[in-house]
């Protein structure tokens, strides 16, 4: 059974940085590119980076591009999401991702599979 579990989530300040981690099982995810959205309250579901299946290639939106950086290891099935300067409109619920198309189609918002999420606050 295929899964993606996200972790690394909590309560930051402005300015700070946090780390998220997504470990997948049941898959080979190596053949997956493997990314990150988010969503805030209110909003709708939004796409943050993608790395392709080697992790020779990075995607990231305007929002957070110089901010986060995405990156993988395959030996162990997981992927990271390292945020600095976080910013308040940052707040929102992370939500790991995967596709076997590769990490343009991932960010077009319909990936094959996703995470539970984990919550990243950014509050004074």
């Known amino acids: 059974q295929a899964q993606l579990v996200e972790s690394g989530g909590g309560l930051v300040q402005p300015g700070g940085s946090l780390s998220l981690s997504c470990a997948g099982s049941?898959?080979?995810?190596?053949?997956?590119?493997m990314g990150w959205f988010r969503q805030a309250p209110g909003r709708e579901r939004e796409p943050v980076a993608a790395?392709?299946?080697?992790?020779?290639?990075?995607m990231y939106t305007d929002p957070v591009k110089g901010r986060f950086t995405i990156s993988r290891d395959n030996a162990k099935n997981m992927v990271f999401l390292h945020m600095n300067s976080l910013k308040l409109e940052d707040t929102a619920t992370y939500y790991c991702?995967?596709?076997?198309?590769?990490?343009?189609?991932?960010?077009?918002?319909?990936?094959?599979?996703w995470g539970q999420g984990t919550q990243v606050t950014v509050s004074s």
């Open positions: 991702a995967a596709d076997i198309r590769g990490p343009d189609t991932l960010m077009s918002g319909y990936p094959d599979y």
């Open positions: 049941g898959r080979h995810w190596s053949n997956y590119a």
């Open positions: 790395i392709s299946m080697t992790g020779g290639a990075t």
